[in-house]
């Protein structure tokens, strides 16, 4: 994925991401030579079902894998290859530099102490605040994103906030220190309809008013449609198409997108959409050739034998798919 036209460079460049799991005995990839670019101040979406690797990919970034996964690849941040600084540098740009969003809140905080305690030492980690001006100003932060009666509910533990609650003061936490990137997994999903809309008007706001990256991991076209310039589709651990957001939605060029839009609920005459045939490949059995090909209407026998790369396409401008039959898509 290229840098935004005009850019000098792109604020975070990923290249060749591979993370493997452990798995009875083995190794299996999950994530598979993805490139991303994320420019300064732009909002990036990576989509697609559940087991992509769209989670794993976003946890790479931060060096936040679970036990037993393993991630290899280049990644570039700020000018700064990651890979190259020690565990004491790669924290510090952990919150100061790129922050994470988990998709359940519950999960950011230690229930032990308060909200407000964790957000004030993230503070004095990274902005180096004392003590008393750490507390002031998490107590602001918790305002900021819309808690009301901040002061008060900064003295509450995460289990003692509505979900909603949790989910902005987990936002709140992660843009403390006032990172350039902020990485959003799933940031609605838990949600019901009325908190989801608040929540993504938070986002926007945040990253309008900071000046921030953003980078959205979810499953729901429609926070995409919201939130993002540009979309990265994810299919069974590879990007599979990319292209600004409205070029991709008028007329996609990936048969996996494409059954993605078909999917999405018609929410005007209360139906559910077309569901995609077939289920999506457990990692470590992937199909050969096009790993979308036993589910695609457009499949044929080059498919099934051939991997088609990730290219431009020809007059399409930052628009590229990894389909033999782009031009075909509808």
Known sequence: MSAPTGSTGPLLEVRDLVVTVRRAHREVRVVDGVDLAIGAGECVALVGESGAGKTLTALALLDVLPQGARASGRLVFDGRDLAALDPDERRRVNGSGIALALQE???AFDPVYTIGEQIAESLRLHA?????AAWVRAVELLDEVGIAGAAERAHARAHELSGGQRQRAMLAMAVAAGPKLLVADEPTSAL????????????RRLQATRGMALFVVTHDLGVVAELAARVAVMYA?????EAPVERLFARPAHPYTAALLRARPQLAV?????AIPGQAPEPGRWPGGCRFHPRCGLARERCEHEVPPLADLAGAHERRSACFFAEEVR
């Open 270 to 274: 209360r139906a559910s959409g077309a």
């Open 192 to 203: 019901d309809a009325t908190l989801r809309v608040e929540i993504l008007e938070l986002l």
């Open 128 to 132: 180096r605040l004392p003590r008393a």
């Open 105 to 107: 809140p519950a999960g």
């Open 237 to 241: 651990g590879r990007i599979v198409e």
